[in-house]
């Protein structure tokens, strides 16, 4: 079950804020964030993982609420840099099986 | 230091043929996972592996394998390729196997069947 993004895609202007949400049907034990722009490899932002832990970017922030199974990635003073297309990647079995979600495709605009 | 490095970038392979893609990890890296990404949506799972062992295996058919070596690289190989094995096929490696470290994927094998 393909964990859902929402929005599927979003237009800000230079310095606006977004929400990206992850929402997943199954107990995660793990969720991951990457940024990938068109035609090339995944980036790594962010990992929180069960009981609270976080590894990321400064200048990106995440929560996790293992309750609801969801995950949401916060883009603060967004930059033109910014502009790609979003995945949350959650992990059920503490192993690299992730299943990544739907996709949020996020542009920037000066 | 270099990091996760695929070849060959671009293939055009025909309908039956078979296709073996490589992959470098990052030094010291011992894990190696493969992701098909068909335009438009997100990475699916095909395989982990960890100290050349299978770790896991995503919903693909048989014809799809891979296999890792005693350095840590990767190869994955589709045998009688189909219309629908056109996508991007990416190599992510990591430290270990688990979920609490960072994947780090190299720029892909862009896989084209006609």
């Known amino acids: 079950q393909q964990p859902v993004q929402s929005p599927q895609a979003v237009i800000l202007r230079e310095g606006e804020d977004a929400v990206i949400n992850c929402s997943s049907s199954k107990a995660l034990y793990s969720v991951h964030w990457y940024r990938q722009k068109h035609g090339e490899a995944p980036i790594f932002l962010m990992i929180l993982l069960k009981g609270g832990e976080q590894k990321g970017h400064d200048k990106i922030s995440a929560s996790f609420n293992e309750k609801k199974q969801q995950s949401s990635l916060y883009l603060t003073a967004s930059q033109l840099s910014y502009s790609g297309t979003y995945f949350c990647g959650t992990d059920h079995q503490g192993t690299y099986k992730y299943i990544f979600g739907t996709g949020t495709r996020l542009k920037v605009l000066a | 230091d270099a990091g996760v490095t695929q070849s060959p970038t671009h293939l055009i392979k025909t309908r039956g043929q078979h296709v073996t893609l490589r992959c470098s990890p990052i030094s010291g890296h011992k894990s190696v996972s493969w992701y098909q990404q068909v335009l438009g949506q997100g990475p699916q799972f095909i395989f982990q592996?960890?100290?050349?062992?299978?770790?896991g295996r995503g919903n693909f058919p048989d014809r799809f394998s891979a296999r890792q070596f005693p350095n840590y690289s990767s190869e994955l190989n589709v045998n009688a390729l189909l219309l629908g094995d056109s996508a991007l096929y990416l190599c992510?490696?990591?430290?270990?196997?688990?979920?609490?470290?960072?994947?780090?994927f190299g720029e892909g094998s862009r896989l084209t069947v006609l």
């Open positions: 592996y960890y100290e050349k062992e299978e770790r």
């Open positions: 992510a490696s990591s430290f270990d196997t688990g979920g609490s470290g960072e994947l780090f």
